[in-house]
């Protein structure tokens, strides 16, 4: 039996929000991958692994805000709360697999794509393996090709943004990225669902928690998170105004190490024929 699925039980409240959960994670995420390219190598892992961290929250974020407004009519959904985490680990390990690609290796094309790719690949296993976390009086199943097409649509989104972030063009550049990463991660998570129909098990409808109430507790820890993030960035002004704290060019990522010229030597005896011509004293006279 085919269930009733309603994505937007609240309207165009949770789509919204979970966009712009997803862009302050896109965000956060971008600019500490900005900054890693532009500190010393010391510094580098931590920024960088703070962007990943706020990424995969989120993304993570955005997804669970979202599906508060999906119900199944007659069908209450339950949430198994440790592969529900598990799906917010996996997507900080693979987006952080990818930032750290860029980080290290700079946008060149080929980092750039490989980051994206695992990037992307990150952002959807999260949101299937979330999708695997519910549990209900049915099946879920879902249509192969527009699986691929979320798929898709989430590494073309990853690889634009790590491009972005990897041109280190200041704060606004940055937020135009996140922008659109937004917008790509969050036409990601409704292409998903879009693919997906419900088969109902036999027996009568039953009653259950709505799930703004069982995922809300999930999500604490997460936002609490993702302000944390946010207060590092308002309080590290380079990172905001994007100031002239650069790394050497020699440890930038993707530019080879350089010495510096060296200033042709002047010739032997040079300096003692000066000082005999301009220092004022005359060679002795034979008389």
Known sequence: MHG????????LVTPVVAYLMACLGGALGLRCTTRALLVAQSWRPGWLALGSAAIGSGIWTMHF???????????????????TYASLGVAIVMVGVGIFIVGYRGATGTAVFTGGTITGLGIASMHYLGMAGMHFSGTFEYNTLTVAASVAIAMAAATAALWAAGQVRGFLWSVGASLVMGLAVTGMHYTGMAALSVHLHAGEPTAGDSPAALLAPMLVGPLAFLCLAGAVVVFDPLMVAGGPDRAPAEHKPGVPAHTPARRPSRRPGLRDRRQVTHGGSRAPQNR
């Open 4 to 11: 009733t699925v309603d994505g937007f039980s609240y309207g």
């Open 65 to 83: 805000i979202a599906m508060i407004g999906f119900t199944v009519d007659g069908a209450p959904i339950h949430y198994d709360k440790p592969m």
